[in-house]
């Protein structure tokens, strides 16, 4: 059967270290483009909008990363939920969430402002994430 595709799934181990070096090198994508979006040239919708596209990419991996045995709509609803929770998130402002906001990380993790366009990003995202998930075959179903 040579040139055929295996209908085995793939070992749980394996899609949890495949999807958490995707998720590697999609931070180092999204870090790349907020540091050097803008020094490159590139508007501040593509840098904003595309750094929060990322954001649900990384979160739709590492959700997969830590739940390797569900299917990647699964993966794709926790990560969705994630991402309203914490965008929802911005509407609280209590003074240490708010002090954290303020730092790098928190910037990065949790974000400052509420807006219904990252809901829009965030879903766009995890479609990119769920797609590349697929392109690189760590599951043949879901």
Same mark, same amino acid.
Request: proline content about 4%; hydrophobic content about 60%.
């Given at each position: ?34 540091? *050097? ?26 959700? $997969? ?29 209590a ?20 807006s ?5 990003? *965030?879903?766009? $995202?995890?479609?990119? $994430? ?13």
């Amino acid at each position: 059967m040579h040139g055929t595709q295996s209908t085995n799934p793939v070992a749980p181990m394996q899609v949890s270290l495949v999807r958490a070096a995707l998720a590697l090198v999609v931070i180092a994508c999204g870090l790349s483009l907020r540091w *050097y979006g803008f020094p490159l040239g590139l508007s501040a919708f593509v840098v904003k909008y595309g750094g929060s596209l990322l954001w649900a990419t990384m979160v739709f991996f590492l959700v $997969g990363a830590l739940l390797p045995g569900l299917t990647r709509t699964q993966v794709a609803a926790i990560a969705a939920a994630i991402a309203v929770l914490v965008e929802l998130s911005r509407l609280v402002h209590a003074p240490w969430l708010d002090a954290f906001r303020l730092t790098t990380a928190g910037a990065l993790l949790l974000g400052r402002i509420f807006s219904l366009w990252n809901i829009v990003a *965030y879903f766009a $995202g995890i479609i990119l $994430g769920a797609w590349l998930d697929r392109v690189v075959g760590t599951r043949k179903v879901g």
